[in-house]
Structure formats: C-alpha cells, structure tokens
C-alpha cells in the first residue's frame, strides 16, 4: 500500500505492505469539478433564508464582513470579492469593515492577509484585526447559556449590518466549523472564548467531531451569533486541494446546517480499530504548529486500541501554537496529574488554551503519540510528554518496540477530514 500525509506545501509518502494495513479512512468529498467562482456566485444567488446580500445592504450604513485568519485554509479570493460586490450594489454608499476572526490565535500580518485576499483588497479596503485581550476594543452584549459573559468586538457591535464567511469541516470539540464560529471564538473577548472553552464542556461527550446535538459549545455559539445579530454567511466546503467543491449563503443557521449535513454524508467513516494509527493535520497552513494538531489526533484516538500508538505528521513550522498549552504539557508530572486538575477548575477560572491541553492531555493518558516534524520542535515535543521521529519509518519503527513487530496499522492521511463514526 502506497499512500501519501500532507504535511507543510507538501506530503510524505507511505509505503507499507497490504498485510500490515488494518484500513486507510479517507474522507469521499470529491474533488472540485466545477468552477469556484461560479459555485460560491451561485449559492450567493439562491440564499437559505431567502434574502440575499443585496437585499440585506439596503438602508444600512455601514457592514462589517467576519473574515477568516491566518489558520484557516479559506479561498476568500473566491468569496470577499463577492460579498464586497453584492454589498455595493444594494447600497453604493455602505460603509465596509472586513474584521478577521483571530478567536484566540495570533494577530494576522500584513503577508498572510495579501496571500488570503489578494493585493487590491488589502490595498483598498478598511480591515481590522480581531483582539481578544483588549479589553478596551471588546464590549459585552449579553449572557450565554452557560453563564459566560458574551463579550465581542466593537467592530462587530457597532456596525448596522454583520454578516461572514467561512469554511465547514469537521471540528473536534464544536462538531463542525463555520456559521456560528465566527462570532464564538472568531471575534470573542477573552473571557468570552474562555467561558464556552470550561473544563466541563470539553469533557462532554457531545463535544466531539461531528456531533452538534447536546453539545454544550455548540449551543453556546449559536446563541453569541443570535445575540451579535448576525445575518448572512457565505460558507464552502473544500477538497483536499483547497478547492471550493459546494457552497452555501444566506441565513447563518438555515445555510450552516445545510452546509454540516452536505458535509457529514461526504466524511463520516466507520472507526477501524489498530495498534498503530497514523495521520496528518491537512498540511499547511493547518498544520503548522502542534496546538492546531491535536485535532486530527482526535481522529487517530477515535481508532486506536487502548495503549495504542498514535503517530501524528504536521510540520509545526510555527513551533507550539500557544504558550499555554506548551507549559502545562512541560511542566505537568504527568498528563493523568494534568487532567486531573484541569477538572477541578471552575467555568471562571478557565486557563488560556486550557481546552487543547486538556484534550491532548486526554488522549495521551490512553495513547504514546509519536511526532513526524521538522528537526527545531525534537526537544519542545518532547518536553511536551510525546516522541520526536525525523521520518514516517522512524516512527514506525518505534511504535513497533511499543506495540510489537506485528501490530496492525490505520492510516487517515487527513485526520481533520473525516468523521471517525464506530
């Protein structure tokens, strides 16, 4: 069997004999056939919901579009410009903000925002940079159901008219991305993110990939969109070239559950349990540190047997993702310690990138994982509790010391991909 990880611009190839193979789970979503732009103007032009862009820009004065960061492997190219249009050609005189979603991640630059935009945009239109820890540039709306302050950008507060764009995948804790995710965490303060990320959410069953119903982050984030008013969403689905293979506009809610339940038929595949479970976090830019890794780890988990190996390739080009998640990975005894106190702390009290170390905490406590990186994050990954291997067949070779030399193997070249079902 021959297959091939993304990782970083490129992939590693996977070279294995059929017999060793338990199964390979790949998502079935196809690749783009048609033309992106057509595909996206389309589902601009017959909206869930009925109104369109148009239609929603009269009498409004002023817009602030959500657009996706620098983690996101959104086409915008083939989405903004659209929306831009359609905005001013219900209403010439509107004024538009593009406000990019940083959630929790670092401030977009200037390069990350031309290579996502274009030149022309960049150049030409007013575009904010979502903070999450100033206090001074965020302004509380309302409660959550949880509790939680909802506290969201000024910008965004402001503005007559909000509306986004976005991509659906799959998400390990929220179910699916897109929709909702734009306001929560996309434009959140802080304490917002923090609130809805508490030890106890993310230790829900619900809170997993592809599960929408009962999960408490999910209703939390549908409630921040209906506070902040927002109104419209043009949302894609991708291939695994980054493609636009459908897209979906107009109600926030109307057109992301289309969008979810197109998705969920493409990559929800049946769980094929091994000793050694292999994948990738899509290749960049999803895979360019270890915080946004331990998504497609949750795939790996949802297949391997207890004490099984899990060797997770992302290039993590951008080191660790979040100093937080780092420390409490160096620093804990071990990760059952970790988690154990990650348990006891209350919905207030929730740590800075609490929610990713306490799912990588959970998945080491029943799981060696091995990292295929590049040679400057040896020492950080193993700091963090896990293996380092320069190369796949490296760390194959130590999972078999593990887990033995006849030990089968699931490999999902993509973990974030697909929805791992049993």
Known sequence: MKCQIPYGS?????VLPDEKVAGVLESSVAPSQGNEDELVLEAMANPYGGKSLKELAVGKKTCAIIISDHTRPVPSKHIIPFMLAELREGNPDIEITLLVATGFHRPTITDELRAKLGDEIVDSERIVIHDAFDADSNVKIGVLPSGADLVIDRVAVE?????????IEPHFFAGFSGGRKSVLPGVCDAVTVMGNHCSKFIASPNART???DGNPLHNDMVDAARQAKLAYIVNVVIDEEKRVV???AGDPFEAHKAGTE??????????????????????????QNMYQAVKSMTAAEACAN???VIIECAECIDGTGGEGFYRALKDCESAQALMDEILQVPQKETKPDQWEYQIQA???IHHPVIYVSCPQMRETIEEMKMMYAETLDEALEKAREIVGEDAKVTVIPNGISVIVAE
């Open 10 to 14: 490129g992939a590693l190839e996977l």
């Open 159 to 167: 503005t007559d008219l909000l509306v986004s764009e976005g991509f």
């Open 210 to 212: 592809g599960v929408l």
């Open 246 to 248: 459908a897209a979906f």
């Open 262 to 287: 197109f998705l969920a038929g493409q990559c929800r595949v049946k769980a094929v349990p091994a000793d050694i479970v292999i994948t990738g976090n899509g290749g960049a830019p999803l895979d």
């Open 306 to 308: 207890e004490g099984g």
């Open 362 to 364: 959970r998945i080491l």
